[in-house]
């Protein structure tokens, strides 16, 4: 796909050092084999879609919980690699930052609905918390929409998302290996992934109203 020669993204995210530090190879190395960004924003969908699977299949087999969490850090990865390589490479372009950002919606929809159907929590639950992600890359798109910052902001983060879903997984894990051999909580019927699940709806809850009021305060503030 073309490129918009010297276009520079506006609403990439901050990266966080842990996954900068690992990426500067990768980037110089995707550079000489002419990987396209676009197909690295492709392989983050893959990535998703195997976690999707193996939440899915969790249930059955609980040990798929654990390639399911690092499918979502190499989901993660992958997200954030693709805009260093499309800078580093000169590929940078509008079509560029739309392929950025849609597969990361289909990335949260793949996660979310495969833990949904694992029979590992309450499904209802996992569907909202798919809404909710959605609802919070939404929201922080307004900001560039009216001609503002995009905002990032908030405790609800897609990596924050993708770390509370890890800890219940896992947490879940150990209590089905190491526990009674429910991986539920008490007598409440709810398990651990369940317990991750109200932290990322409170969570994104939170994050969409610092959103909206960032964008406001920013929308008032160029007002004079």
Same mark, same amino acid.
């Given at each position: ?36 960004? /676009? ?15 193996c939440f899915w299949l969790g249930g059955a087999h609980p040990i798929l919980l654990i390639p399911a969490a690092l499918f979502c850090y190499l989901r993660l990865?992958? /997200? ?19 392929? /950025? ?34 609802? @919070? ?8 929409? @009216? ?28 209590? &089905? ?17 369940? &317990? ?29």
């Amino acid at each position: 796909m073309s490129s918009d020669s010297g276009y520079q993204p506006t609403s990439r995210r901050p990266i966080a050092d842990v996954f900068r530090r690992t990426a500067h190879g990768c980037t110089d190395l995707c550079v000489r084999l002419g990987v396209h960004p /676009n197909t690295v924003s492709l392989g983050s969908v893959v990535a998703a879609a195997g976690a999707g699977v193996c939440f899915w299949l969790g249930g059955a087999h609980p040990i798929l919980l654990i390639p399911a969490a690092l499918f979502c850090y190499l989901r993660l990865w992958m /997200n954030m690699l693709d805009g260093m390589v499309a800078l580093a490479s000169g590929k940078a372009s509008r079509w560029g930052e739309i392929l /950025n950002d849609l597969p990361d919606r289909v990335s949260d929809v793949l996660i979310f609905v495969g833990v949904a159907h694992s029979g590992l929590c309450q499904p209802f639950v996992a569907y909202w918390v798919a809404i909710a992600a959605l609802l @919070v890359a939404y929201v922080g798109t307004f900001g560039q929409a @009216v001609g503002v910052q995009r905002e990032f902001s908030g405790v609800m983060a897609k990596p924050w998302r993708m770390v509370a879903l890890h800890i219940g997984a896992w947490v879940l894990l150990g209590d &089905l290996w190491w526990g009674d051999g429910d991986g539920r909580i008490g007598g409440t019927g709810w398990t651990w992934i369940d &317990l991750a699940h109200l932290v990322v709806l409170i969570g994104c809850v939170q994050t969409v109203w610092l959103r909206l009021v960032r964008i406001l305060a920013a929308l008032r503030a160029r007002a004079g």
